[in-house]
C-alpha cells in the first residue's frame, strides 16, 4: 500500500463538486423558474422589438467604425511586444533597442498615414 493519498484525489474530488454544483443548478432553474411562455417569448427576438431588414440607424455601419477597431487592434499588439522588451531591457542590450525603435517607427509611419488620411476624425 502507498504512503499517502494520491495527488490526484483531489482535484477529481473538486471536479465532481464541480460537475455535481452544474448538474444541482440546472435542474434547480428548470423546476424553481417562472413557466409563462407567450408568443413573444418565443420569438427570436425576445427583446419585444420586431425585426426588420434594415438598420436601426438606416444602413450600414460606417467604415471608420471598423478603422477606429483596427487601430485598437494594432496598439494593443504593440503593448504586447513592448511590455517583455522594457521588462527585459538590461539583458538584450544595444541590438534589442535598434529592433524596437525600427518596430516603434513602422507603426508610428503607420500611425501618421492614417492620421493624415483623416482615419482618426470620428463624422
Not at 409563462?36 to 438598420?55: F, M, V, W
Not at 444602413?59 to 499588439?77: E, N, Q, S, T, W
Not at 518596430?103 to 508610428?108: A, D, H, N
Amino acid at each position: 500500500m502507498g504512503d499517502g493519498v494520491n495527488p490526484y484525489v483531489p482535484i477529481l474530488v473538486m471536479m465532481a463538486f464541480a460537475a455535481a454544483f452544474a448538474v444541482i443548478s440546472v435542474g434547480a432553474g428548470a423546476f424553481v423558474g417562472p413557466r409563462r411562455y407567450n408568443r413573444t417569448k418565443l420569438d427570436a427576438y425576445e427583446c419585444g422589438i420586431q425585426p426588420s431588414p434594415h438598420a436601426v440607424g438606416g444602413g450600414r455601419f460606417p467604415v471608420k467604425y471598423y478603422l477606429v477597431a483596427m487601430l485598437f487592434i494594432i496598439f494593443d499588439i504593440e503593448s504586447v511586444f513592448l511590455i517583455p522588451f522594457a521588462v527585459s531591457f538590461d539583458r538584450m542590450g544595444l541590438f534589442a533597442l535598434a529592433e524596437m525603435v525600427m518596430f516603434i517607427g513602422t507603426v508610428f509611419v503607420a500611425y501618421a498615414y492614417v492620421w493624415r488620411r483623416g482615419g482618426l476624425e470620428w463624422d
